[in-house]
């Protein structure tokens, strides 16, 4: 059996909420604690996979802006700065020392600035598909069509948008200097909205869309930290807008690109409609985690 705990702490802006989860035998005692967190992915999105390490304590949150984590200073945006200040908040409050953090998406964006500054928190990082267009060969294309997912979200709302971002985030290859020639994807073929219901406070498209794809790695800072970084990207991802970023940013900090199963959701165990390999996804993370020990 698990015990969940579900714990606040202040931030600069915002009120953020994590979950504990430990064995109630105790068998965790003694162990490094494991940090999952994505973004703007939540806390909800790592239940499977937390399931499969019940002989550690294993952390999840919820980012600033989104489900039981809000803002209190009412910005329209976050920045990969403000969330790994948050991270900080919630490893130094957890009173454990340094933690094993297993970072996906967004998430492994913020994880990779919360090493550049803090590297002394982390033991291990695992960072899952890091989609930053600022280390793409094609970077200046990358970061126009992500700008454009989110002017077309604010003038156009979320239905739109994310059909942009869907076929942004699986095309295969670079971006071509003309994308903008191509026709925009319909939201009908994605199973979305048409109309737009006027809100503007998602927390993808609004938030988190510029900060996390316009983010540059610090790549003298990673190489110099105490921390064992470990860039990994699924086996069915290759070729795609985070699998490529992943590449590029393994081979900046100096080490190979580590190749987990299935996908970009690939710890997925049907939250959030997706469907993943998480017993194996689970079982190559335990395996490179344990290659640190």
Avoid at 144 to 169: I, N, S
Avoid at 258 to 277: D, R
């Amino acid at each position: 059996m698990v015990d969940v705990e579900t714990r606040t702490i202040e931030a600069e802006g915002a009120i953020l909420r994590y979950d504990v989860r430990s064995a109630a035998d105790g068998a965790a005692t003694g162990r490094t604690p494991l940090f999952m967190i994505g973004s703007p992915m939540d806390a909800g999105g790592f239940a499977t996979l937390a399931s499969h390490f019940t002989d550690r304590v294993v952390v999840t949150y919820d980012p600033r802006g989104v489900s039981r984590s809000e803002r209190t200073d009412g910005a329209p945006e976050s920045t990969p700065e403000e969330h790994a200040d948050d991270l900080r908040r919630v490893i130094e409050a957890l009173g454990s020392g340094p933690v094993d953090l297993f970072a996906s998406s967004g998430g492994a964006v913020n994880a990779l600035a919360l090493v550049a500054e803090r590297g002394d928190l982390v033991r291990t990082l695992v960072a899952h598909e890091p989609p930053t267009a600022q280390v793409l060969p094609d970077r200046e294309a990358a970061l126009e069509v992500c700008e454009d997912v989110r002017a077309t979200y604010l003038r156009d709302g979320m239905g739109p948008a994310m059909a942009k971002f869907f076929a942004v985030a699986s095309r295969k290859g670079p971006f071509p200097a003309n994308w903008a020639d191509e026709p925009a994807p319909s939201p009908a073929d994605f199973g979305l909205p048409t109309e737009d219901d006027g809100s503007r406070d998602d927390p993808l498209l609004g938030q988190n869309m510029r900060g996390c794809t316009g983010y540059r790695p610090d790549f003298d800072a990673l190489r110099a930290a105490p921390t064992r970084v470990v860039i990994a990207a699924g086996e069915e991802s290759e070729g795609e807008f985070p699998a490529r970023a992943a590449a590029e940013i393994a081979t900046g900090v100096g080490t190979e690109l580590t190749v987990f199963p299935s996908h970009h959701g690939g710890f997925l165990g049907g939250e959030f409609g997706q469907q993943g390999a998480p017993a194996d996804f689970a079982k190559t993370l335990r395996a490179v985690l344990d290659a640190g020990r």
